[in-house]
C-alpha cells in the first residue's frame, strides 16, 4: 500500500495537491480516491484557501484507474458502476463546485480518468511533454469522469468523437491549439507558473470567481432567459462583497486593489 497517495502542501492562500504513486503514473485506486476526496473537504473546510493546485508526482499526472485493481476472476463481473458512483463522479462534481479556482498542472501523461480529472478543472496548464489520451477505448470502455461532456464542449463535436474512438494521444501543444486546455510551458515552467497562478488567485476577489464558476456551469444547460436571470442574481450576491466595494474603491483611488476573499459584508 501507498504511503501517502496524495500529497498536500500548504502555500500563502493556497493548496497543492500531488497525486503520489509514480511508479504507477499515479493510476487511481481507492485509497488515493479516498485521500483525494478528504484533501478536497479539507481545502473547502478552510477559509483561508483560495485556489487549489492538482499535478502528479514523477513524470505523469495521472494514468486513470489502476488497472491492476480490475483484474477479474474466472466468472467474475466488475462492478464498474460503482467505482463511478462513489468515487469518479463525486470527485469531477467537487472539482468543479469547491468555491475558488482549480488549476490543473499536467506535468506527464494525462489517460483515462486521469485526463478528464485534469478537463474537470478550472484553468489546466501542461508541460511541452505531456499528452492527453482518451485511453478507454482500447480497453473496451466508455470515457468517463465527464470525458464525454468535456470533450465535444472543448474541442467540437469531429475532435471529441475521434479522439474517444480512437485513443490517440493529444500533445500538450495541440491541446492548447484546439482549445482543449489553456496553456502550455516548457517543463521546467510549469510549476513556477502554476503556482504564480495559484498566488494570483490566493488574491483574488474568491466569492465573484466562485460565482463566476456557477454561472459558467449553469450556461451548459441554460437559454439565454434563465441565464440573464442568473446573472442578475449572482450579481446581487458578488455586489454584496467586502470585495466588490474593495475593487471599486481600488479602482476609484488608482491602487491595486487587496482582496480578502470574505464572503459578505
Ligand atoms: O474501473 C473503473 O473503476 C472504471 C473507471 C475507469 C477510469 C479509467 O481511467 S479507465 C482507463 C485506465 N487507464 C488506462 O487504460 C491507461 C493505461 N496506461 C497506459 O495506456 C500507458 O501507461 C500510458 C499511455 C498512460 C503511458 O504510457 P508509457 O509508455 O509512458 O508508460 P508505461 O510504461 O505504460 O507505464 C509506466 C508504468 O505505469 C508501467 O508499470 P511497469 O511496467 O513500469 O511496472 C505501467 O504498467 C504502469 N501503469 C500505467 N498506467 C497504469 C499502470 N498501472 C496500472 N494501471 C494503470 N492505469
Redesign the pocket.
Known amino acids: 500500500m501507498d504511503e501517502q497517495p496524495v500529497l498536500v502542501d500548504l502555500r500563502e492562500g493556497y493548496r497543492v495537491l500531488t497525486l503520489n504513486r509514480p511508479?504507477?503514473?499515479n493510476?487511481?485506486t481507492e485509497a488515493m480516491h479516498v485521500a483525494l476526496a478528504a484533501a478536497l473537504r479539507d481545502a473547502e473546510a478552510d477559509s483561508s484557501c483560495r485556489a487549489l493546485l492538482l499535478t502528479g508526482a514523477g513524470r505523469?499526472f495521472c494514468?486513470?484507474?489502476?488497472?491492476?485493481d480490475?483484474i477479474a476472476a474466472p466468472g467474475e463481473t466488475?462492478q464498474?458502476g460503482g467505482?463511478?458512483e462513489h468515487h469518479?463522479n463525486p470527485l469531477v462534481r467537487k472539482l468543479r463546485a469547491l468555491p475558488f479556482p482549480v488549476v490543473a498542472a499536467v506535468n506527464g501523461?494525462a489517460?483515462?480518468?486521469?485526463a478528464n480529472v485534469a478537463l474537470a478543472c478550472d484553468i489546466v496548464l501542461a508541460a511541452r511533454s505531456a499528452s492527453f489520451?482518451q485511453?478507454?477505448a482500447?480497453?473496451g470502455?466508455v470515457p468517463?469522469?465527464g470525458g464525454t461532456w468535456f470533450l465535444p464542449r472543448l474541442v467540437g463535436a469531429a475532435r471529441a468523437r475521434a479522439l474517444a474512438l480512437l485513443a490517440e494521444?493529444v500533445s500538450a501543444e495541440q491541446a492548447a491549439q484546439w482549445g482543449l486546455i489553456w496553456k502550455v510551458f516548457d517543463d521546467a515552467a510549469l510549476m513556477p507558473e502554476a503556482e504564480k497562478l495559484c498566488a494570483h488567485f490566493a488574491r483574488a476577489p474568491t466569492v465573484g470567481l466562485a460565482l463566476t464558476k456557477r454561472a459558467l456551469d449553469a450556461a451548459e444547460t441554460n437559454d439565454l432567459s434563465a441565464q440573464l436571470d442568473l446573472e442578475r442574481e449572482l450579481q446581487r450576491e458578488a455586489g454584496a462583497t467586502p470585495d466588490f466595494a474593495e475593487g471599486v474603491r481600488a479602482f476609484l483611488e488608482k491602487r491595486a486593489p487587496a482582496f480578502t476573499g470574505k464572503r459578505s459584508r
Not at 494514468?63 to 491492476?68: I, R, V
Request: proline letters at 6%; a positive charge; hydrophobic letters at 50%.
Open positions: 511508479q504507477r503514473l493510476a487511481f505523469g494514468a486513470g484507474q489502476d488497472l491492476t480490475r466488475p464498474l467505482a463511478l469518479y501523461v489517460a483515462g480518468a486521469g489520451v485511453a478507454f482500447r480497453i470502455l468517463d469522469s494521444p
